[in-house]
């Protein structure tokens, strides 16, 4: 490779690191459901990635390769941190300006409902869930990010869809309820 291709090619690495931070914080703070500890571990992820930028032969797999990282990170992050105190950091919608109190209410009740949902899920099937259902990666991409064999991926992968579909069902249920609860005491 001549040095303008070898520039051309570190150019690309970091705009294509900038593309991904965005990505990898989400999957990091759904993992942790933590902002400052999801910040960190994106920052570890890319300076790995910038120090052994060497490693990546093939640019077209940098997603893969940088998911690896972040999962690594991760699990390092959690070893060290075992009894973490788990704070419950919800970002606020960017809610249009169209949307009515009631509108804005009801969608932000939802979010957070299936946002709790997920966080109660186990950790793998949190991991699994978050890497094929939001950040679409094949079966076989997870397997290699979390270095677990695909019919891992696709029972644990599985198991939350089901548990979530549980856990939305029951919530919406006592939720309805509870409304109309609501409504018979104050008529």
């Not at 931070?21 to 570890?44: G, S």
């Not at 419950?88 to 809610?95: A, H, K, P, T």
């Not at 966080?119 to 939001?134: E, F, H, W």
């Not at 397997?143 to 198991?159: N, W």
């Amino acid at each position: 490779m001549n040095i303008l291709g070898l520039l051309g090619r570190t150019r690309e690495f970091h705009d294509r690191l900038e593309q991904s931070r965005a990505r990898l914080y989400r999957v990091a703070f759904a993992w942790c459901r933590n902002r400052t500890v999801a910040e960190d571990l994106v920052q570890e992820t890319l300076s790995k990635a910038l120090r052994k930028s060497s490693q990546l032969r093939d640019l077209k797999a940098l997603d893969g390769w940088l998911f690896s990282i972040l999962t690594n990170c991760w699990r390092d992050h959690f070893r060290k941190h075992v009894d973490m105190e788990d704070i419950d950091e919800i970002d606020e919608l960017n809610l249009a300006s169209d949307l009515t109190p009631e509108d804005a209410c009801a969608q932000n009740e939802v979010v957070n409902r299936v946002r709790a949902a997920v966080a109660a899920l186990p950790p793998g099937q949190r991991q699994v869930l978050t890497l094929v259902d939001l950040e679409e990666f094949s079966y076989s991409e997870v397997a290699e990010i979390l270095d677990i064999p695909v019919g891992t991926v696709m029972s644990r992968l599985s198991r939350a869809r089901q548990a979530l579909t549980t856990k939305l069902l029951r919530t919406a249920q006592t939720s309805a309820t509870s409304r109309a609860a609501n409504i018979v005491r104050f008529k």
